[in-house]
């Protein structure tokens, strides 16, 4: 698969901005992801995915602005280790997917978050995780409060979500990280400014003290 690396700001007629943000989707297998992709771009779910690894695009309004979403729906199974350096350079942001039937797909979340948090600055790789599968609550394996704790701990955000049954609660969850992906953009271009100005005024001074 070729993935190529486009410039996250396009200027377009009228000196309009459009936005890319690129979205990760890892998680164990049959979790739902595919089915969350398809709910999201298709607002359908229609039951059968077979698996197939693809990068998938939608342009969004969010908060006025013109937003180009692309989605890599992964193939990663319960290894952490399936997981591409390729991928994590892509992402801009991840969506962690569990079955909240399936216990292991709750620990391998945990995991993947360790891969991908690995090295970096929790605040620098917005993460946000998912709890699938809400609508069938009879076989539920893993408490919301399981969820909610992780991500808390892990500063994540947290949905539990059903793609089978509802399409707004995926909106929320790929809006949410558009949103922290956003976020952390703005923090680093205002920490890069300061920077800028720390070298500056040092350069300054640095001259003044020698001269
Ligand atoms: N009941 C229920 N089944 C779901 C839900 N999401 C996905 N599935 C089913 O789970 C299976 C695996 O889904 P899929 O999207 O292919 O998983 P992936 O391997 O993570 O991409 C399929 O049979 C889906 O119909 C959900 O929210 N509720
Ligand atoms: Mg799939």
């Not at 989605?71 to 997917?97: E, H, M, P, R, Y």
């Not at 690995?118 to 408490?143: A, C, E, T």
């Not at 049954?165 to 969850?173: C, D, I, K, M, P």
């Amino acid at each position: 698969m070729v993935v190529e690396d486009r410039s996250r700001v396009e200027v377009m007629e009228g000196n309009q901005q459009r936005v890319e943000v690129n979205i990760l989707l890892l998680g164990g297998r049959s979790v739902g992801k595919t089915a969350l992709t398809v709910r999201f771009l298709t607002r359908r779910f229609i039951g059968e995915y077979g698996d197939i690894e693809s990068i998938y695009s939608r342009v969004d309004r969010i908060d006025g602005q013109e937003t180009c979403i692309n989605i890599w729906d992964s193939l990663a199974g319960l290894n952490s280790s399936s997981i591409s350096d390729k991928q994590l350079q892509w992402a801009d942001g991840t969506i962690l997917v569990y079955d909240i039937c399936d216990r292991g797909s709750f620990e391998a979340v945990r995991q993947q978050l360790q891969l991908i948090r690995r090295g970096r600055k929790p605040s620098s790789v917005p993460v946000v995780i998912v709890g699938n599968k809400r609508d069938l609550q009879q076989h539920r394996r893993v408490s919301g409060e399981e969820g909610q704790l992780l991500a808390l701990t892990e500063r994540c955000g947290f949905f539990e979500v059903s793609a089978a049954e509802t399409y707004h609660g995926v909106l929320l969850v790929f809006h949410q990280l558009v949103d922290l992906v956003r976020e952390t953009r703005a923090l680093r271009k205002s920490v890069a400014r300061v920077k800028g100005i720390v070298r500056t005024v040092s350069a300054v001074f640095g001259k003044k003290r020698a001269e």
